[in-house]
């Protein structure tokens, strides 16, 4: 079990060499994102209470809009047309996304209530398809998670493989929000913020071949400082090692 008020270095490497472990015998990329979020929800526990940290526990992941099922793209589809400019197209029309068009997708979920732990379920994040700066505005979380990371917004919303493959590379900063209450970045204030007492918000992530983002988003009741939050920063190569096995064959159900 790990407590985030003394979440130390040997508490960083423990959770390190579990989750470089935590792909064996899984069948697909969606089954290890999945046991990524329940071991983060499960194991992150407040010694005060027995009482699991984090409220809710996300994997994100950037998949191309054609690799996506017929539900995604649909939903992909929806984002576009509610927050599109008006009069904006391109060459395959105003209502069908580019077939390479980065869509980040939640591949996984854990948490507290029964529909946080089925990624059908979500109502605004399931699919968000990175398709121009003002689209991802309209989701300043995942906005915020993008720019303070470090990944190069331009880079996602005109992916090219050869400038994906030089960031796969680098070593990326962690999204942290340590008030949660009234912060712009973390929305549903009034119905998830508040009643649930999310306290501090940690994300961290990296890429993945050929051409992916992937992030894991932490929502805790435990107010998470910084120097703790810089603690998550690698464990995004311990993520990306469990991972890489299922590179060419990424869930989109």
Not at 37 to 57: I, K, M, N, Q, W
Not at 116 to 141: C, E, K, Q, Y
Request: charged fraction near 20%; charge should be positive.
């Amino acid at each position: 079990m790990h407590d985030l008020r003394n979440f130390s270095l040997g508490s960083m490497t423990s959770c390190g060499a579990a989750l470089r472990r935590i792909g064996a015998g899984a069948e697909s990329m969606e089954e290890v994102a999945d046991h990524i979020v329940r071991y983060f929800h499960e194991r992150f526990v407040d010694p005060g209470t027995g009482e699991p940290s984090l409220v809710l526990a996300r994997f994100f992941k950037t998949i191309d809009y054609a690799s996506l099922d017929a539900g995604l793209q649909r939903a992909a589809r929806d984002v576009l047309a509610r927050w599109r400019p008006r009069g904006s197209v391109d060459r395959f029309g105003p209502e069908i996304p580019r077939p390479n068009l980065k869509c980040l997708t939640l591949l996984a979920t854990a948490g507290q209530r029964p529909e946080w732990n089925d990624r059908t379920r979500s109502a605004r994040h399931r699919v968000i398809p990175l398709s121009s700066p003002g689209i991802v505005a309209r989701f300043p979380m995942i906005s915020r998670l993008i720019t303070q990371c470090g990944f190069d917004l331009a880079v996602l919303l005109m992916p090219g493989r050869d400038i994906l493959v030089d960031m796969e590379q680098r070593t990326f900063n962690v999204f942290h929000v340590p008030d949660a209450v009234g912060s712009p970045y973390v929305p549903d204030q009034e119905e998830f913020v508040v009643p649930h007492g999310v306290h501090s918000v940690v994300g961290f992530g990296g890429v993945l071949p050929p051409a992916d983002l992937f992030a894991i988003i932490l929502f805790s009741r435990q107010p998470i400082g910084r120097d703790t939050a810089n603690m998550f920063a690698p464990l995004a190569l311990s993520v990306k090692l469990a991972l890489l096995p299922f590179t060419a064959g990424t869930a989109s159900r």
